[in-house]
């Protein structure tokens, strides 16, 4: 798994999508129990009127997280895209670093769902999703 990743994460490291630099995405690597971490700083411009991320920003990120783990199990000739995006906001996010703990919880030859927690600088779930992705060939 990680050795197809390789490659993919020195160029995830250096050449961070537009969307990505914006939520201040960092790959963290894999935890013992082989969850992929990501690390999202959510910036005061992400938050609503309450003062909390508004959970458009969560959505991005849970996006953003379940797609490189995604990225992560797959040959490098393949990629994914989103097909849907299944999300509940469990607490409110503040302002700080936020951390996704991602992991392939299904997969076939054309499919894949994965799973990813955000939790916040105390430990504490703010939100979760689970993603159903279209494994395609690159071109």
Do not use: Y
């Not at 991005?60 to 490189?68: F, K, P, Q, R």
């Amino acid at each position: 798994m990680m050795s197809a990743w390789g490659n993919r994460l020195n160029d995830a490291a250096t050449h961070l999508p537009p969307g990505a630099q914006l939520l201040g995405r960092e790959w963290l690597g894999f935890d013992e129990s082989g969850h992929a971490l990501i690390r999202f700083q959510a910036q005061p411009a992400f938050t609503n009127r309450h003062g909390t991320i508004q959970g458009g920003f969560l959505a991005a990120m849970l996006d953003s997280a379940t797609g490189i783990c995604a990225l992560a199990a797959l040959s490098p000739d393949q990629t994914v895209i989103t097909r849907s995006l299944d999300t509940r906001f469990l607490k409110p996010a503040t302002v700080g670093p936020i951390t996704a703990r991602a992991r392939v919880i299904e997969r076939t030859e054309r499919d894949m769902v994965v799973q990813a927690d955000l939790v916040d600088a105390e430990d504490i779930t703010v939100a979760d999703a689970t993603a159903r992705l279209r494994i395609l060939t690159r071109k």
